[in-house]
């Protein structure tokens, strides 16, 4: 930890971190933080492993972040793996998945929010990853076309659908294209070892536009989601038609964050297929 940043933690603990002194300073502080690396980024741990990173962005990259979904995934992830991260946001998960993947692992980030994908282009600079993460503009749901994006900033509650109301008065309404991971796939003959998903309600739309994917790649393919069942209304998502699919897909979720209703309850899970033995004591 630099010198700075040892000042500025003192200083806000004795204050308080959303005291009004702070928050007014903390500007200035970023700024401050962002010249005395002449642009090279801070040195910021994310579960044990140091990255680089804007400091202006240090908040959506928590030093612990998900940290028992964070262990599921790296006890299980190979080296030269492919993982593709579908709402990327400012790349919490695509640092994680270059690092844990190794220098033959690729990384393809969806991420419709150009706010959001300039923060995630300068982190995969500052952290030397260019040749090996995509960025592809763009959201994925249940059927290519267009759609609208409530979004404000960087922010990773920016959504299609509706606008997340804890951001509504912030928003801006962009008009994105809109793939079908199954669409997408196979046009760039691609095998993905592991899907991520995180889209604030879409979830289950994307899952809906990757069924053949699932098929395809069976257990030797990893899911990781997301589940946000309080905004899936926006999604014409359903209790119902998510356990359809899951069902259809012979696919179950296992809870990783602790919630009690893997489908009922926002929380991240496992989709484990059928005759799978997932060992998911991460939660």
């Known amino acids: 930890m630099s010198l700075i940043q040892g000042a500025a933690r003192k200083f806000s603990g004795l204050l308080g971190r959303e005291s009004w002194l702070v928050r007014r300073l903390r500007p200035a502080y970023e700024s401050l933080l962002d010249s005395s690396t002449l642009g090279r980024g801070i040195r910021w741990p994310i579960n044990g492993v140091t990255y680089r990173i804007d400091p202006r962005y240090r908040h959506r990259l928590g030093q612990q972040y998900d940290a028992p979904v964070a262990a599921f995934i790296r006890e299980r992830m190979r080296e030269g793996a492919l993982c593709v991260d579908v709402g ?109 998903i995180d889209i604030e309600g879409f979830e289950i739309a994307a899952l809906e536009g990757a069924r053949e994917l699932v098929r395809k790649r069976g257990a030797g393919m990893h899911l990781i989601v997301e589940m946000h069942p309080n905004v899936w209304e926006s999604a014409a998502t359903t209790r119902a038609s998510a356990e359809a699919l899951l069902g259809e897909l012979k696919l179950r979720a296992v809870p990783l964050t602790g919630q009690t209703d893997p489908l009922g309850d926002h929380g991240i899970v496992y989709l484990e297929h059928a005759g799978e033995e997932a060992r998911t004591s991460a939660s």
Request: proline share 4%; net charge negative; hydrophobic share 50%.
């Open 88 to 196: 990327a946001n400012v790349g919490v998960y695509v640092l994680q998945f270059a690092h844990w993947s190794g220098a033959q692992g690729r990384v393809v980030a969806f991420e419709p929010n150009v706010g959001a994908r300039e923060v995630l282009q300068k982190h995969i600079d500052l952290n030397g990853l260019a040749e090996r993460v995509e960025i592809v503009p763009a959201a994925v749901g249940a059927h290519a076309g267009e759609a609208t994006l409530y979004a404000a900033g960087a922010d990773g509650m920016s959504r299609l659908g509706a606008a997340n109301e804890l951001i509504a008065a912030e928003v801006s309404e962009v008009t994105v294209p809109v793939v079908t991971l199954d669409e997408f796939c196979t046009a760039r003959n691609l095998a993905p070892d592991w899907l991520f």
